[in-house]
């Protein structure tokens, strides 16, 4: 099994420039060299739900031959999340053991000292270098003392900051593992100070300080290190956008409705009624494109009023797949195909039952509702409600909202 380095090292892709493009599903958006899906060395798609995320593993696709941070673009590290990590091939957490040892943060904690890298320095760049250090180990004992009182650290022969780093990195998503080894192995950076980075503990510029003074280099490299944390802080960024953005559905329904939050109890089913209703379809589709034209949210399908499950199953269809397929082609039809990358759809089970929720982004331009047997309508968001604006409301509000920006 590969380290990072060694696998970023080693990375390549075929490809034609001119034949690269980016494919839209409903789902998520992938890369394709032609007509066929562009595939990491191990054979897996380029495909993620966030359209900036593809875009910039794109644009960094074009730039591998000729980058100087090949080892830390884009592609590098989605291929390495899913050629090696995902499928368990985890080489750095099996090698653990061997690994904290040589973090010099770890040898101030074991063995009461720190091994700075030997060299000459001017009284300029010992002063630098101790004045970081000083501020990073204030630091580092204030993260292990808070993970201390969050875990129970077992017992062993080994000093506990030995299992605490362990259960830290164990701790991490897949995403954060990448970003980490990427640190770790490429710039050599230890163990101690890309945790501190990824959660959040830390700063970029703090961490080029501690490890331009760990390793005892020049100043002048500070801006070529930080710009390859930057890469990995760009990635990590993007890939994580959607999972910051989407809140649970339970937690959705305990906030109730309001600006960015709607329940309806079913899609197309008329409960009073016993049957379809293209009205109760036109009822979820206004909501949908006021939150687009407005400042986004989510629409909750199958919660009742009052917060009670009523559950998709209502719809009668077939099955999940079958109510997705058509609550696309409401959006395509009647909103329009190219607002698709504004709008995401997501289900979860609850009490039994199933719940979608339909998150809508701020598009950068107007859409107007135009559903077969009804008048074309531009909805916005006033408070807990979707309104319809008259043609001078809609250009004042077109003008104020879209022209201008």
């Not at 991490?172 to 990427?182: G, R, S």
């Not at 760990?214 to 100043?219: A, D, N, Y």
């Amino acid at each position: 099994m590969r380290t990072f380095k060694e696998y970023a090292e080693s990375f390549e892709l075929h490809f034609n420039p001119e034949t690269l493009d980016i494919s839209v599903t409903d789902f998520d958006y992938s890369i394709y060299n032609g007509s066929s899906p562009l595939l990491t060395p191990g054979g897996n798609c380029f495909s993620h739900p966030s359209e900036g995320m593809i875009r910039l593993i794109l644009t960094d696709i074009h730039l591998l031959k000729n980058s100087v941070f090949k080892e830390l673009s884009s592609p590098v590290l989605y291929g390495y999340c899913k050629d090696i990590l995902i499928p368990g091939k985890d080489n750095f957490s099996k090698e653990w053991e061997d690994q904290p040892v040589s973090d010099p943060f770890v040898l101030i904690k074991t063995a009461g000292q720190l091994s700075l890298q030997p060299f000459h320095l001017d009284h300029a760049l010992f002063a630098f270098s101790f004045v970081s250090l000083t501020a990073l180990l204030s630091i580092v004992n204030e993260f292990l003392f808070g993970v201390m009182g969050e875990i129970n650290v077992e017992e062993s022969d080994s000093h506990p900051i030995h299992n605490i780093l362990r259960l830290s990195y164990d701790r991490l998503t897949v995403d954060q593992k990448v970003a980490f080894q990427a640190l770790n192995s490429v710039q050599q950076a230890g163990i101690m100070m890309p945790l501190l980075l990824i959660l959040g503990k830390i700063s970029s510029v703090e961490y080029v300080k501690g490890l331009i003074s760990l390793k005892m280099q020049p100043e002048e490299l500070f801006m070529e290190i930080l710009a390859g944390v930057a890469r990995v802080q760009t990635y990590l960024g993007f890939i994580t956008h959607k999972h910051h953005q989407e809140k649970r559905i339970t937690d959705l329904i305990s906030a109730g409705e309001g600006d960015s939050i709607e329940f309806k109890s079913t899609l197309r089913w008329d409960i009073r009624a016993g049957k379809t209703n293209p009205a109760i379809e036109r009822s979820c589709l206004k909501t949908i494109s006021a939150f687009v034209n407005s400042q986004g949210g989510t629409l909750l399908i199958g919660v009742r009023d009052d917060g009670s499950i009523e559950g998709i199953e209502t719809d009668k269809f077939v099955n999940e797949d079958k109510f997705l397929l058509h609550l696309w082609t409401l959006i395509r039809n009647c909103l329009g195909r190219d607002f698709s990358p504004y709008i995401r759809t997501r289900i979860e089970k609850m009490e039994e039952k199933t719940v979608c929720a339909v998150d809508c982004f701020p598009a950068n331009r107007p859409v107007f509702l135009r559903q077969p047997g009804f008048d074309e309508e531009m909805y916005i968001r006033l408070g807990p409600s979707s309104n319809a604006l008259d043609i001078s409301e809609a250009l004042k509000y077109i003008e104020d909202h879209f022209v201008r920006k």
